[in-house]
């Protein structure tokens, strides 16, 4: 088992330009997480998936939107990237309270 | 409003010190309390812990939860350089949706010199 997946690992954008960040997870969770991190902060959540089919905003989701594809993919998009957005970017999928991690992306804004 | 409140939010200490780390939470329909430990890359999972008074252990780590008092503690014995991480603590709230969120804490960045 690959466990929760990302990528790309790393991403260097100009402002205003998109891209997605991709996640997929292997191990049937129902529910999957997009968070960011960022020194001092701790994970906030940007946005979430109950489950297939659903998507609710997080606490930070301005800026970003997501696609739950099915039950393995969950992605993040960043229509106009803003240099606010550098940070590191992690995705999570879990089917009770313990939460499993992808590896992370660290994306930068230039 | 569901929070996590770690501290201290850092902690520099020499081998073979001994460190607790505190959690106090306010989480809606308390179910657990999870404990995670995040080096330079993605958090990897600790201790869950649901009932008030069990401690977990896990080697030199331990941890128990107090629902009275709303806390928790990581504890550390005899820490290696390898401890060194940010330690992170996280509520799951009951919510009526069945969504198991997470209310995570700020973190303790510990520092273990040799």
């Known amino acids: 088992n690959a466990g929760v997946t990302q990528t790309p690992k790393f991403q260097v954008l100009k402002t205003g330009q998109s891209m997605t960040l991709q996640c997929a997870q292997d191990m049937n969770h129902n529910s999957m997480y997009w968070y960011r991190q960022d020194p001092g902060m701790g994970l906030r959540l940007i946005y979430y998936?109950?489950?297939?089919?659903?998507?609710d905003k997080g606490e930070v989701p301005n800026g970003y939107n997501v696609s739950r594809l099915n039950k393995r993919e969950f992605s993040l998009r960043l229509e106009s990237a803003a240099p606010s957005q550098t940070s590191v970017y992690f995705c999570?999928?879990?089917?009770?309270?313990?939460?499993?991690f992808g590896p992370g992306t660290r994306l930068t804004v230039l | 409003e569901d929070k996590v409140v770690q501290s201290p939010l850092s902690l520099v200490v020499h081998e073979g010190d001994t460190v607790t780390l505190n959690c106090s939470y306010e989480?809606?329909?308390?179910?657990?309390l999870l404990w995670y430990k995040q080096e330079k890359k993605a958090p990897t999972f600790l201790f869950m812990l649901?009932?008030s008074g069990i401690e977990k252990k896990s080697g030199r780590l331990s941890s128990i939860l107090d629902k009275k008092e709303l806390s928790s503690i990581l504890n550390i014995t005899a820490t290696q350089t390898g401890d060194s991480a940010i330690y992170l603590c996280?509520?799951?709230?009951?919510?009526?949706?069945?969504?198991?969120?997470?209310?995570w804490g700020a973190g303790t960045k510990l520092i273990i010199k040799p």
């Open positions: 998936s109950a489950s297939e089919g659903t998507t």
């Open positions: 996280a509520g799951s709230p009951g919510y009526m949706d069945s969504n198991y969120q997470l209310i």
């Open positions: 649901t009932s």
């Open positions: 999570a999928s879990n089917q009770r309270s313990e939460q499993f």
């Open positions: 989480v809606t329909n308390f179910r657990s």
